[in-house]
């Protein structure tokens, strides 16, 4: 049996906010495959952008576990975790997160330089990644000199230029007008059915989240419903 991409067992997510407990997840379990394409959607609070983190590395759960690829990563070493995260989990925000002084190839192949390639190798994939985005012509532009959906496109490719196993966008059209972000929408489907790659997107916009095969929705810090990897709602790329 193929190991999924990502799976959550029985994670909760607790903090402390002047002196009170906030349980952000209350034991949440979740299973994405390769391949998938889901999207988690929730209200504002509801736990959804926690999950989010957990599953992408960038935080630890207070109970439960996390596997990546059949790997539980638990008790990893903060560096540890760092360096799985970039082997296996591409992130595309809905901010971009660029560096502002440098070049759409460069940004892309920053993700490369924590794996010890060299310059042409990095800037051979970093090229390759763009061309896949519909960048390829955009190679030398700086993210002042790009659109608000040319940047985004430049936030994807750094997120597949490692070829991960799974990509995780929070909220990728929150800053764009409608049109753009039915493009990004259309290249995110695109790389998923071309490259295999599991997609898992959260959102608020049920629009946006119909795209998906898959809805999660989160409220409260649990999964409220999961129409399950074999539904096929939305789609239409």
Request: no cysteine; glycine share 12%; aromatic share 2%.
């Amino acid at each position: 049996m193929t190991a999924p991409a990502i799976e959550a067992a029985s994670v909760t997510r607790s903090y402390g906010l002047g002196g009170v407990q906030v349980d952000a997840l209350r034991g949440v379990s979740l299973r994405i495959d390769p391949g998938e394409y889901a999207a988690i959607v929730g209200p504002s609070g509801s736990g959804k952008s926690t999950l989010m983190h957990l599953l992408g590395l960038l935080d630890r759960p207070t109970s439960g576990a996390v596997m990546v690829g059949g790997q539980d990563a638990t008790g990893l070493s903060d560096a540890q975790l760092a360096e799985l995260r970039n082997q296996t989990i591409g992130f595309v925000f809905q901010a971009f997160q660029l560096l502002s002084r440098t070049s759409a190839v460069d940004n892309v192949a920053l993700p490369m330089l924590y794996r010890g390639l060299r310059r042409s190798e990095r800037r051979r994939r970093a090229t390759e990644a763009l061309d896949a985005v519909g960048l390829g012509a955009r190679l030398s532009h700086r993210p002042t000199e790009l659109s608000g959906g040319e940047q985004q496109r430049v936030a994807i490719a750094r997120a597949l230029v490692g070829q991960p196993q799974l990509l995780l966008a929070d909220e990728p059209t929150g800053n764009l007008d409608t049109k753009t972000g039915h493009e990004v929408m259309e290249i995110l489907g695109r790389l998923n059915a071309e490259r295999g790659v599991a997609v898992v997107i959260v959102t608020h916009d049920r629009g946006i989240a119909d795209r998906a095969r898959r809805q999660i929705q989160v409220r409260d810090g649990l999964i409220e419903s999961d129409s399950g990897s074999a539904a096929q709602v939305g789609g239409d790329w």
